[in-house]
């Protein structure tokens, strides 16, 4: 199966600065990369996704990049504020399209 | 919109007792989908519908463990009986089709003593 490792485990950033979280997966017919934020209490919302055919994703204040050759995508918040401060997740398809492995998960905190 | 609703929110229960979680789907979706997140594990998927029907159960954990969906409003997830172990959070996700952005529910925190 899919297996996805994401990595730092925790982010602690100034408020205003960008947050980069990056995850490596191991299927290479994997084209499907969804990230997920989610904050205490609450189910994983999906904040933004990308498919294989394109390289990079933007929408507003957060993008997404894929590297299909080195197989690894990353997500990427500029001008962070004490709302981004979550635990996001990124995710693949294994065995099948269903069956997201999803990555351990990164706690980002945003200092005032 | 209302978006996926569980319940309960919260469940405490004693070793051996029946538990039984539900979920209402997103209108109109048609793949439904049980995971559990534990600190150890984290996000594992339990079961996967597809048109009510059970596609992919490899991901329950044991016997105890079961799930429906009689109609394509509703499922749940039961467990027979409960184990300390079994604490976790558990969550329902919707999506169109299975390949679909998978939209999930608040969970349900379940703790089994």
């Known amino acids: 199966g899919e297996n996805v490792e994401q990595h730092p485990s925790t982010l602690s950033v100034q408020e205003g600065d960008s947050a980069v979280i990056k995850c490596t997966y191991s299927d290479s017919a994997s084209n499907y990369f969804p990230w997920y934020k989610q904050e205490l209490g609450k189910g994983p919302q999906l904040i933004i996704d990308?498919?294989?055919?394109?390289g990079e994703k933007k929408d507003q204040r957060i993008a997404v990049t894929l590297n299909k050759t080195a197989k690894h995508f990353s997500l990427h918040i500029t001008e962070t504020q004490p709302e981004d401060s979550a635990v996001y997740f990124c995710?693949?398809?294994?065995?099948?399209?269903?069956?997201?492995?999803f990555g351990a998960g990164t706690t980002v905190t945003v200092r005032a | 919109d209302a978006g996926v609703i569980q319940s309960p929110r919260h469940e405490v229960t004693e070793m051996g007792q029946e538990v039984t979680l539900r979920c209402k789907p997103i209108s109109g979706h048609n793949s439904l989908f049980w995971y559990r997140q534990t600190m150890m594990r984290g996000l594992e998927l339990l079961i996967y519908?597809?048109?009510?029907?059970?596609?992919?159960d490899s991901g329950m954990p044991e016997d105890r463990f079961s799930a429906k969906m009689p109609n394509a409003s509703f499922s749940t997830l039961k467990i027979q009986p409960s184990e300390p172990r079994d604490s976790a959070v558990y969550f329902c996700?919707?999506?169109?089709?299975?390949?679909?952005?998978?939209?999930f529910g608040p969970g349900t925190r379940l703790t089994v003593l």
């Open positions: 996700a919707s999506s169109w089709g299975q390949t679909d952005t998978q939209y």
């Open positions: 519908f597809n048109n009510n029907v059970p596609i992919d």
């Open positions: 995710a693949a398809p294994g065995d099948w399209d269903y069956k997201l492995s």
């Open positions: 990308i498919r294989s055919n394109v």
